[in-house]
């Protein structure tokens, strides 16, 4: 099992960034997907981006292609996600996620067996 801890959520303009961040601590593993997820208020969780921490191959949703980068930090246990051009419609609790061993980057929900407890993002027009 791994241990998530997001941080760096706020409040910002739109068109302001602000840079997430997710540590992982505990049984890690060498060939795991970490992503990123936001769940608006009433609305179900959605993919953002993902990484393969073996391979770095990312994913992105098509509506934060161009404005988000997802990253790995320089200890291989932190993963960013450097949000560009934020929008008000960006506006929800960003989730970090974990998988187990795999190849790939999956993008559903339910592939991430492990979750941070979420950072608000709040973008105002």
């Known amino acids: 099992q791994v241990q998530l801890v997001e941080s760096g959520g706020g409040s910002v303009q739109a068109g302001g960034s602000l840079r997430l961040s997710c540590v992982a601590s505990g049984r890690t593993f060498s060939r795991y997907a970490m992503g990123w997820f936001r769940q608006a208020p009433g609305k179900e969780r959605e993919f953002v981006a993902a990484?393969?921490?073996?391979?770095?191959?990312?994913k992105y949703a098509d509506s934060v292609k161009g404005r988000f980068t997802i990253s790995r930090g320089n200890a291989k246990n932190t993963v960013y996600l450097q949000m560009d051009s934020l929008k008000p419609d960006d506006t929800a609790v960003y989730y970090c996620?974990?998988?187990?061993?795999?190849?790939?980057?999956?993008?559903?929900?339910?592939?991430?067996?492990?979750w941070g407890q979420g950072t608000q993002v709040t973008v105002s027009s």
């Open positions: 990484i393969n921490w073996g391979v770095g191959t990312t």
């Open positions: 996620g974990a998988t187990g061993p795999r190849v790939g980057v999956p993008l559903s929900v339910l592939e991430y067996g492990d």
